[in-house]
């Protein structure tokens, strides 16, 4: 199957090329993102695959089907950037990669929380420049808090155990449904008003969907505890940005640990260090000493890269086969 695989950097096309040697489909790797301006170097090949931040809008796919493309192979487990309804009556299958190493994400999200609670960003940019001064970096042990984890499934239930387990912290969880083993182990499931107005600090695992988009928007916000740290490393749109930022100034908000912006496609995975960023409201949440942004790096293990190259190219080579495509995205999974 010759594929068009768009938004590779270097580690991509090391990992896809190991994983293809059992596979041999003919990839054709191109650094552009998915849309409608890239669509043509799709031509001539059967597939396409992609990750977070590719278009794959109604329009998009309606020019990827004129060219003939059957399949979208995500190489990500989340899909709120493609257009199902289209996809389904354009006749293209959209196949995903539903878990490559939670452990990846869920150690980068303590490790986000960590390095926010006791200032190890500022810490470590201080003694660049040779200044050891401790005042204004008095942070509080995890010990006893009160962490609310919404969103259970792989990647949070990791989360809920490191935190309880790990830490001692008392975990409050908020999802769809019940995990029998966190609730076994002492995971306290309430509402998600619950887990706002007790929880100190909150932490983000669930996917971007109609329902859950903007989450964490000002009413969410209000009702939560002064000073709450919140940690995002699921997707960007789960929060409203400009009401963080509006909580942040009031002091509302205590810390805010990112690695996931809602704007993001136009920024992350790639170097704009000798550009003038245009986003506004990216640059005004850099500018607060209590916010820690990193650039979508949270599922950059080793082990994660290696694991979604080979599910991505088993997808494929099921798809070229005619076999059961086991993670094939659906409509019914949105709601």
């Not at 499934?153 to 990791?158: C, N, T, V």
């Not at 989360?159 to 309880?164: E, G, K, P, S, Y």
């Amino acid at each position: 199957m010759r594929v068009a695989v768009f938004g590779t950097r270097k580690y991509d096309r090391a990992y896809l090329s190991a994983a293809n040697t059992s596979h041999q489909h003919e990839l054709v790797f191109y650094e552009a993102d998915m849309d409608s301006g890239t669509v043509p170097l799709a031509a001539k090949c059967d597939a396409v695959c992609v990750f977070v931040n590719d278009v794959l809008d109604a329009t998009v796919l309606k020019e990827l089907a004129a060219l003939g493309i059957k399949l979208v192979a995500l190489r990500c487990a989340g899909f709120n950037n493609v257009d199902l309804a289209a996809a389904a009556s354009l006749g293209i299958d959209v196949v995903r990669v539903p878990a490559y190493s939670p452990h990846a994400v869920a150690e980068f999200s303590i490790g986000l929380l960590l390095a926010l609670d006791r200032k190890i960003h500022r810490a470590w940019a201080r003694t660049r420049e040779n200044n050891f001064s401790l005042d204004g970096m008095v942070g509080r042990n995890l010990h006893g808090r009160v962490v609310g984890v919404i969103g259970t499934g792989r990647i949070g239930a990791i989360v809920a155990r490191i935190l309880q387990t790990g830490f001692g912290c008392r975990v409050l969880a908020a999802d769809l449904t019940e995990n029998p083993e966190l609730k076994a182990a002492g995971v306290e499931y309430v509402s998600r008003e619950t887990l706002l107005r007790e929880a100190e600090i909150v932490t983000l695992h669930c996917p971007l969907t109609p329902d859950s988009r903007h989450l964490i928007d000002s009413t969410a916000l209000d009702m939560a505890r002064p000073g709450l740290l919140l940690i995002n490393t699921s997707r960007g749109g789960l929060i409203d940005t400009i009401a963080l930022i509006e909580a942040l100034k009031s002091g509302k908000v205590g810390g805010v640990a990112l690695d996931v912006y809602e704007q993001e496609g136009d920024l992350f995975f790639r170097d704009l260090s000798d550009e003038i960023v245009q986003d506004d409201i990216f640059q005004r949440l850099l500018t607060f000493p209590n916010v820690l942004v990193t650039g979508h790096q949270a599922f950059l293990t080793q082990e994660a890269l290696a694991a979604i190259a080979q599910t991505t190219l088993a997808n494929l080579s099921d798809a070229e086969a005619g076999r059961e495509l086991t993670n094939r995205v659906t409509q019914e999974m949105v709601r």
